[in-house]
């Protein structure tokens, strides 16, 4: 129950999040020119990603009393890690949806882009831990404090917690779906190198 609590109120606090930082995002895009629009979406992609990370590590810290390395903290940055993959897409639904012969070629840069933001996101959050300087920056501790505003708030405070009951779910099954998907390239893999070989009773001459 404590992991499926924890995943919860990262849920609402992530869902917090996103509500502030779609505004933001948002009113910073209206005021810049369109020519570095596109740009600017990738770099406001990560620092969206850094700063979650550092809310993650506070919300432990809180939790807590202390930030250290503890099964918490590292349920936490795993589950802060398959939020970062949410919009991967498989080949299999592009195929359904292709429009354009490069939509696989857009696919794969979009999917290498998912990846590369969430390992970085991922490495820079950890070494946050022996370096906690970022949680205590005024825009960490806006950031944070605003969320759990929200999160008071009569109506919307419902919805984030909606949305962190569905995030339950979409966390178990993508970690499920992750594990069959490993578990399915091995078994393929063995077959591969079983069909290579020879057979136990072959005689070699």
Not at 89 to 109: E, F
Not at 120 to 130: A, E, M, Q, R, Y
Not at 140 to 152: G, R, S, V
Request: glycine share 4%; no cysteine; net charge positive.
């Amino acid at each position: 129950m404590k992991v499926l609590s924890l995943i919860f109120h990262l849920g609402v606090l992530f869902s917090a999040f996103a509500f502030i930082w779609f505004w933001f995002q948002l009113l910073l895009l209206l005021l810049l020119p369109k020519s570095i629009r596109t740009q600017i979406r990738y770099f406001l992609h990560l620092m969206q990603s850094l700063f979650l990370g550092v809310l993650v590590l506070k919300f432990v810290e809180k939790e807590e009393g202390v930030l250290a390395f503890s099964g918490m903290l590292i349920l936490s940055l795993f589950t802060y890690f398959l939020y970062l993959l949410r919009n991967l897409r498989s080949a299999k639904k592009a195929i359904r949806l292709q429009v354009y012969s490069n939509l696989h070629k857009n696919l794969d840069m979009k999917n290498e882009w998912e990846w590369t933001v969430a390992f970085i996101s991922l490495g820079v959050t950890v070494l946050w831990v022996f370096y906690p300087i970022a949680l205590n920056s005024v825009a960490t501790q806006w950031f944070y404090e605003q969320a759990h505003d929200l999160i008071n708030v009569p109506f919307l405070g419902w919805i984030f917690k909606i949305a962190g009951f569905f995030f339950v779910i979409a966390t178990f099954f993508r970690f499920t779906g992750g594990l069959i998907s490993l578990f399915s390239k091995r078994k393929s893999t063995s077959s591969t190198q079983d069909s290579d070989g020879f057979d136990s009773y072959e005689e070699i001459k």
